[in-house]
């Protein structure tokens, strides 16, 4: 039995302050102790640019950007994992991402692959598709959405199909509760954990750019239960134990394998 | 505006008496008015089989049988549509189907693509996937799955592509409140309105035979709005009004239409 406690971390970024948005999450997980933690959605610069030219400036390097190097140096101390949010920069392109930690060691980035409304103005959507990454030390295997991919449920079956036992999912998700329900459905029907770390907090950066972040971090377990849970408001970080044979048990009667019992040519 | 007035029936059959089943669940749906009846599965026979014989003896012609000779006489009636789930006989071979009858017509069937636990050695799985019916006299696209087809996204996701408004779901559900969370989710994810009619009662046919079915029929809106529902013990009937434009709206923000913005190609 392998049990990986997971944890997500709800902060509030301030917008643009990258080195202090990712110095308080790191205060904030720091009360709690897991192997894997997941960070929200753009977590070093807050989410509501207003330009192509501000989305470039506040977007960092995945390979030795501040931020990265912040949250290597706290991965390699805390002997964890981490999953977060980030604004990445290549050339002259931006990318809404996340970065895969593991003990002091970068693993490898997702692209979010479904931008969601005026991200598509800032961002370049991936190109790369979806991919899951084996944490050597836990021995679990995870993979990355974020925040609107969950809207599309052959993103998490994706990933399922690949082998995810948990799938992370940094979010800055703005339609109060929905995405919740729809990752209690991802769970279950992939029989996978699924960690939300979402957002709280307002933005206000013009007539087009307000939002309000919506919280409700979760954890929901392969049965559907809620693991953990934060409110719509508070900045938190909570952790639950996952008993990853739950996820490798993809039967839910002697004769139904929700894998392979799918019908592909009919879908 | 197409409003259409959708409806559950959530019924309590005994085993083995289509007649009287059929009989008692139009007794039910008479007590309110609508455009579309969505009747639970296997309304005729009951559930629980315990032989193929068995399943076979209680199984009816689509065609001319029994059954469907009522449910037409009582569309025809009420020049109403009905979508009804039925222990469906051709030849030797049985299947857990659906009936999809307007106004006295049958529009056509729905075999259950997904079948679920023992339903395996009492059916055969379909092998002509899913298919979309228009209702031409009240001018709607409906889906038809059957219970444990809820469980596969891709089911749900194929109908909303071809094109289905509303999906009705007469089910046997025996998973308490798993399927009303995962049908929420299908319906803000395809944008289309859900209608899951379920029964209620036990059958006790030996060990292996033991069935709680978890009432709790619900519809469900393109926005993830509850419409109406029905409690976990009770027999009932309920209605909402249906307005087809909110499924015909695939736009969840100005720049995200949840079809186009798929990414098959990497799914």
Redesign the interface.
Known sequence: MTVVRGAFVQTRPKFGRNEENIESAIRLVSRVDADLYVFPELCNSGYAFTSKRECLALSESLNNGNSVEQLLSYSEKRKCAVVAGLAEKEGQRTFNSSVVIERGKILGTYRK??L???E?LWFSASNR??RTFFLEKIGCKIGVLIC?DW?????S??LALEGAEVICHPSDLV?SG?AQ??M???A??NRVFVITANRVGFENRGPKDRFRFTGMSQIISPD?DKLAAAGKTETAAKVAQMNLDLAKKKY?????N?LS????S??
């Open positions: 692959m479904h969601f409304f005026r598509k598709g979806f609107f809207f599309f449920p052959e993103a079956r994706k339609m929905k329900v729809g209690m459905a991802r279950f029907e559907m839910v009667t002697p004769l139904n929700i019992d799918r019908r592909p009919y879908y």
